[in-house]
């Protein structure tokens, strides 16, 4: 792959990437969250996400001839197969019917000769002898005949693999971050058969976070880091450090603000213990926390591993367990209700999903939950109520000027702002609540970058002067240290550690991936 | 960032998709119908009473889907059965022979108890059926209105009005020619260029519709409008999306009642067994008529959408009539365009 | 960590190898056939109720069967293919209706007058069928729903072609018999006798006892063709049990003795004549949505209605796909239509295809179907317990109530009551095992 690059509307993710891959070579790809992992992979495979979106830069080779990749099946045909993160298989099919999907083995029959190739018979005598061949290769005994419902994720991943082996063409193998869901013992497995893969000569891109995963298969890792190559190692030449090191890099961002160094001296105002959320992809197991008055703690790590849960299972939006205490009362979890009473609020990662009603006014967005939680702007006759519209306008016109939001007015309809403008309607509803605690997530993910500074500079006003604690949950690290008096990081849905802003990258590299740190 | 241009064009292209093709096409149709109507010398200010009466009579029953759509069960195929809870008030208010305006409103008194607790099971069995409900809703419909007939044709009751001279049951049309028949319609009435005006139907159109208004401007309206428009946003704000549903659904089933009463004082009959149908989908047509959308409905487009369609059955009839002698096209075109406009909207790609 | 849903539809599966009947495996079995089960009895109740001979029934059942059967054999594609139950059939009736219509007026009879039926039907239903197929793509999610609109659509746009335009100088036609005495518009009841009447049934009339004789004995010879093939290793044994196997051919040896002791004696059963020759081309419909589902297009079609994206994601080109699955249903519907008509002999011009869809439906639901499985087992068992309650109903309505009119609206009640309840209980465990995969 040479020079690649790639840019949604105007976002660059990837530039300049240049990677070469040998038959049999085990190729490790490392990297954080948005570093371009997944957008790499996905030009190669030819998703349609990429076509439908502009296209892709610079040029593939494969075996010496370019190529033009625009759809999964031309990367089939040139032997390029993917292990996905979420697995491609039915579920109510048997492991054969998905080894074999769209490449069934057929026999022509009458009719076919008659009406077209489509009506040849299947012949599952024949597919289930190479459905099971590839088994054996990766040393499965399952029954070929099984239905894919109901097995253990360690063999559905399997599974996947299979389909790719059975590729006769096989060049090229793709994992996408496949331990992401396996226990130990099924990752060393995972790991054995990739070895044995690429000594039957195909070659594997292998993208990971896990660093001991990357040391332990790997010949050659290439870095991305915001959208760019940072390093390529031979694995005799490094170490998890300089790995660690490499993926979350020295940004020299500002500091907007310098974190201090006495928040802990006072008694916590939340205490987190054993919290386990059960959010699909960002699973909480085991959390204990404690959060000072007045701080801004920042929530950090890398995608998938629990930060984003946390938030969401105190205020009740995902089913949770565990023990919250806040300002001396018991928060009942499961319950968004109970915790807004309790003047904490939270604006949610989810801007376009949860955050917003997108089709409604500026002012009924930020008036809505400060109406049905605390029965502000209504007016009551009764046993009914009426919206005061005088009110709320009021309260929007105050909002749109303090947090300086950029729209036609209170009416316009908040499907036509900015991703950043957006988002500080999005805080201006939390606010309306008078919380004493805000939590947000991913504040200026999906925002540009002159309009991240806005947001965050708007978090740590609101912090100093109305003395508001600020849990921020964020993938983007340099932000939070640029902001943060302190930096949990959570690692596989616990805390793995809290850092300060002024820590080593190595800390934080280390922390991220999971690593032990020797001088933790 | 957003520049004005940018802002001001998204405005513009808003609004001709919101005004949507169906209603543009309507609108054309219906003007052209009218300057043949009057080419062809068909009485234009007679066209416009039967369409103001018409307006009235069938508004009710559309509003009925507002709740509906607006609550984010889609458009309300159920009607049927607020049409049934409605026929059951006045059956009963019959059977106590009461007369006048006092029987219209005691039919909608008796009526809407049955509207809630039949509206209350339906919107929980909707609420088990997410993503179904359009589809389950007509079939569910179409089952109470046969087993409807067989009450019809068992009721216990002995009013001479109603019942069959020998044996059981109800017949199938009832006049309401002594009782309540155009009461709303004549209140108030006044004529006007030779237009009549039936004051007393619009003014109580006007106010379901106020009522509609002030209903989704209390707490719980809002909550409901959330909850159909982003449910995972209501659900955020700690309220309770499932039950708003059933508050949206009690209410729609409520509103039919009422609007087939009103319909039936102002048509003169009150019909059982199997008329009511098919009403639902016509309601519905009527409202996409109007520009709303499978999820968003306002009332601008409840009467608006009424007046469109109802003036085009109504002019097409005599114009029909006079190019050539087909007496059924109305029904036809009535069957056709109805059907058509709800496919539209189906097809808008609006996603599950 | 986020799995593709898990959407089986299929009855809650059972541990691979669990050979024993427990009271869990009963319990299951009631759960999964609900319906059908519920219509047995009301099957069996209702022929009580309604004092019939066997021998009327089976006559009446038998004619039922062979005219509806085709129509209701017409969904099972559509409902592999993930789109639900195509109520759109209603247009490939109509184009068969159209055609039968005109081949009437032409005056052809008999077997000439239907191949011309056909003829001049299937590439109308082909067309009518990409229409509905690109429409449904459109409305993805909402399938049901829209084929059931697009139904009362064309029923308007039906009537307009036949009532309105039909006759005048459009569509000229000057008839008679057919056309209204104003000389636009048919008549809304067409008589087909000396035309195309019975035009395939008469065909091969042969009596019930020696139908059924004679049908057991090739599903014996086939089974033991089976057997011997199992054997030979050529079929894959799991697929069917011995004890199965051997209960089935029992099953069929009596049967067939039954049939041949029945046809020897003078029971009034013997005066049941079975169309053949319609049985025939039933048969032959049945063998191909069973030959579909072998073939790689019947594996496209069950992908394609398993999941869209990861059969898009795999290269099949799941919008042409989907269309020529409606494609099929509405031409099968087309031909259908022509052999419901010529067996109904008489029917009413405006309203026999009105209910096409919707019967079809509830038949195959009866017989145990769902909106995302159907096979021919459905089809067949549905149509004849259908049918049965469509023949029961009057006459135990005036045998209980005194009034058969009742009989009809409890007929209907159920008839829609079914299809709501099917859908609605399919939808809710749809969602309960969506909830429940999130938990594991």
């Known amino acids: ?520 | 960032m957003i520049t004005p241009d940018v802002r001001r064009f998204g405005a513009v292209k808003d609004t001709l998709k919101s005004f949507g093709l169906p209603r543009i096409i309507i609108v054309v149709f219906l003007v052209l119908l009218w300057a043949i109507s009057m080419f062809l010398e068909i009485p234009f200010p007679q066209l416009l009473s039967d369409t103001l009466v018409r307006w009235g009579m069938n508004g009710v029953l559309v509003l009925a889907m507002m709740p509906s759509i607006l609550a984010g069960t889609g458009l309300y195929f159920g009607l049927p059965i607020g049409i049934i809870c409605g026929l059951l008030g006045g059956v009963i208010a019959i059977e106590l022979n009461l007369v006048g305006i006092t029987a219209f409103f005691a039919a909608i008194a008796f009526s809407i108890p049955f509207a809630f607790v039949l509206g209350w099971v339906y919107g929980f069995m909707l609420n088990r059926i997410k993503g179904s409900e359009m589809t389950v809703a007509t079939y569910v419909g179409f089952s109470i209105v046969s087993l409807m007939c067989i009450f019809w044709s068992m009721a216990p009751f002995k009013s001479p009005a109603m019942a069959w001279p020998i044996g059981r049951g109800l017949r199938v049309t009832i006049s309401l020619a002594d009782r309540y028949e155009k009461v709303l319609n004549n209140f108030l009435s006044f004529n006007i260029f030779g237009i009549m005006i039936p004051t007393g139907l619009i003014l109580f159109l006007l106010l379901m519709c106020l009522i509609v208004v002030l209903f989704f401007n209390t707490k719980t309206g809002i909550a409901l409008k959330a909850g159909g428009e982003n449910p995972r946003f209501a659900q955020s704000s700690g309220i309770n999306v499932d039950t708003m549903r059933i508050v949206g659904t009690i209410f729609s089933t409520v509103l039919g009642a009422i609007g087939i009463l009103v319909y039936s004082q102002s048509f003169g009959f009150i019909q059982l067994y199997t008329a009511p149908l098919f009403m639902g989908f016509l309601a519905a047509a009527a409202i996409l008529i109007g520009g709303a959308s499978i999820k968003k409905a306002t009332i601008l487009h409840v009467l608006l959408g009424t007046f469109l369609f109802q003036g085009l059955l109504v002019v097409a009839l005599p114009v029909a009539n006079k190019v050539a002698t087909l007496g059924s096209l109305a029904e036809i075109s009535r069957i056709i365009v109805s059907n058509g406009v709800i496919l539209y909207a189906l097809a808008q790609h609006s996603g599950d | ?440």
């Not at chain 1, 950043?420 to 991913?442: D, H, T, W, Y």
């Not at chain 3, 004092?51 to 099972?76: E, K, Q, T």
């Not at chain 3, 209706?97 to 239903?125: D, E, K, R």
């Open chain 3, 1 to 440: 960590m986020k799995q593709t849903d898990i959407q089986t539809m299929d009855p809650i599966p059972s541990p691979a190898h669990e050979k024993r009947i427990t009271p869990d495996k009963v319990k299951r079995f009631l759960i999964n056939n609900l319906v059908t089960i519920l219509f047995v009895i009301l099957c069996a109740v209702g022929l009580r109720l309604s004092g019939l001979s066997m021998a009327f029934y089976l006559n009446d059942i038998v004619s039922r069967f062979a005219r509806n059967s085709f129509l209701v054999l017409a969904l099972i594609i559509p409902v592999m293919a993930g789109m639900g139950l195509n109520f759109a059939i209603v247009l490939g009736a109509m184009a068969g209706q159209g055609a039968i219509i005109f081949v009437t007026h032409w005056g052809i009879a008999g077997m000439n007058g239907i191949l011309l039926s056909v003829l001049i039907c299937t590439p109308i239903a082909i067309l009518l069928g990409w229409m509905t197929g690109r429409l449904l793509n459109r409305a993805r999610g909402k399938e049901m729903i829209t084929s059931l609109i697009l139904g009362f659509f064309a029923n308007g746009v039906y009537q307009l072609i036949f009532l309105i335009m039909v006759g005048s100088p459009l569509i000229p036609m000057k008839n008679e018999v057919l056309v209204l005495s104003s000389g636009v518009g048919l008549r809304s009841t067409i008589d087909l006798s000396g035309g195309l009447r019975y035009a395939i049934d008469d065909v091969i009339r042969t009596p019930f006892p020696q139908f059924v004789m004679y049908l057991s004995l090739i599903g014996a010879l086939y089974l033991v063709s089976v057997i011997i093939r199992m054997r030979s290793g050529k079929v894959m044994v799991q697929q069917y049990s011995k004890k199965r196997l051997i209960t089935l051919f029992l099953l069929l040896l009596a049967a067939m003795i039954w049939g041949l002791v029945t046809s020897l004696s003078v029971s009034m059963i013997n005066s049941v004549r079975v169309p053949a020759f319609t049985m025939i081309i039933i048969a032959v419909l049945c063998l191909f949505n069973i030959f579909i589902v072998k073939t790689k297009l019947g594996q496209d079609f069950r992908t394609v209605g398993q999941d869209q994206h990861i059969a898009e994601v795999s290269g099949i080109n799941v919008s042409r796909t989907r269309v020529l699955a409606i494609v099929m249903s509405t031409l099968l519907a087309a031909w259908g239509q022509i052999i419901f008509l010529q067996n109904l002999g008489a029917f009413s011009t405006y309203g026999s295809h009105e209910q096409v869809g919707m019967f079809a439906s509830a038949a195959i639901l009866i017989g145990g179907a769902s909106v995302s499985k159907a096979t021919v087992g459905h089809a067949i068992l549905g149509t004849i317990l259908f049918h049965t309650l469509f023949i029961v109903s009057p006459l135990a309505g005036r045998n209980l109530f005194g009034d058969a009119q009742l009989g009809e609206y409890f007929r209907s009640f159920v008839a829609y009551g079914v299809i709501g309840v099917a859908l609605g209980l399919h939808a809710w465990k749809k969602l309960m095992q969506a909830k429940n995969q999130k938990k594991v």
């Open chain 1, 1 to 520: 792959m040479q020079d690649i690059g790639k840019e949604y509307f105007g976002n660059r993710v990837l530039s300049a990437i240049n990677l070469q891959l040998k038959p049999g070579e085990i190729h490790g790809i490392v990297g954080e969250n948005g570093a371009g992992k997944s957008t790499l992979m996905n030009i190669l495979f030819g998703m349609s996400v990429i076509h439908s979106t502009g296209g892709y830069e610079g040029k593939i080779r494969v075996s010496g001839k370019e190529a033009q990749i625009k759809s999964p099946l031309d990367a089939m045909n040139l032997g390029i197969g993917m292990v996905h993160q979420e697995f491609m298989l039915i579920p109510g099919y048997t492991i054969t019917e998905n080894i074999k999907l769209n490449r069934e083995i057929t026999k022509p029959n009458l009719a076919s000769r008659i009406v077209g190739k489509r009506y040849d018979t299947l012949d599952v005598v024949a597919m289930r002898r190479d459905a099971r061949k590839a088994l054996d290769k990766l040393d499965m005994s399952i029954d070929e005949w099984a239905t894919i419902a109901g097995l253990p994720v360690g063999y559905m991943q399997f599974v996947e693999i299979a389909r790719e082996l059975d590729k006769t063409n096989l060049k090229v193998l793709v994992f996408d971050e496949p331990t992401a869901v396996l226990t130990e013992s099924e990752a060393d497995n995972l790991l054995d058969a990739m070895r044995v893969i690429s000594n039957h000569g195909i070659a594997i891109l292998f993208i990971t976070h896990r660093l001991h995963e990357i040391m332990t298969v790997c010949e050659n890792i290439t870095v991305l880091r915001d959208g760019k190559m940072v390093a390529q190692r031979k694995k005799d030449e490094t170490n998890i450090y300089e790995l660690a090191e490499l993926m979350v890099g020295s940004r020299v961002g500002e500091v907007m603000r310098k974190p201090r160094e006495d928040v802990t001296d006072e008694k916590p105002i939340l205490t987190i213990r054993n919290l386990s959320v059960e959010m699909p992809g960002e699973e909480v197991s085991n959390v204990s926390l404690d959060i000072h008055k007045g701080e801004i703690i920042g929530i950090g790590g890398l995608a998938g591993q629990g930060k984003i849960g946390v938030a969401n299972g105190i205020m009740g939006l995902f089913p949770a367990e565990g023990e919250v205490v806040f300002d001396g009362k018991q928060i009942e979890l499961n319950n968004p209700t109970n915790a807004m009473m309790n003047s904490l609020a939270f604006v949610s990662e989810d801007r376009r999903g949860v955050g917003l009603l997108l089709d409604s006014s500026i002012e009924n967005n930020i008036a809505f939950t400060a109406i049905q939680r605390q029965g502000k702007y209504l007016k009551k006759f009764g046993p009914f109520t009426q919206l005061d519209k005088a009110a709320v306008r009021q309260t929007a016109d105050r909002m749109i000027k303090e947090l300086d939001i950029r729209c036609t007015g209170p009416t316009q309809i908040t499907r036509r702002l900015s991703g950043g403008n957006q988002q500080k309607v999005c805080i201006a509803r939390a606010l309306m609540l008078e919380p004493k605690l805000l939590f947000v997530s991913e504040p200026t993910r999906g925002i540009d970058v002159g309009a991240k500074k806005l947001v965050l500079q708007t978090l740590v006003e609101l912090s100093e002067k109305y003395g508001l604690t600020v849990v921020m949950t964020s993938s983007e690290l340099a932000e939070l240290r640029s902001v943060c008096d302190r930096i949990a990081i959570v690692t596989e849905g616990k805390i793995a550690g809290i850092l300060k802003p002024t820590d080593t990258d190595v800390d934080f590299g280390l922390m991220m991936a999971g690593e032990k740190h020797d001088n933790a």
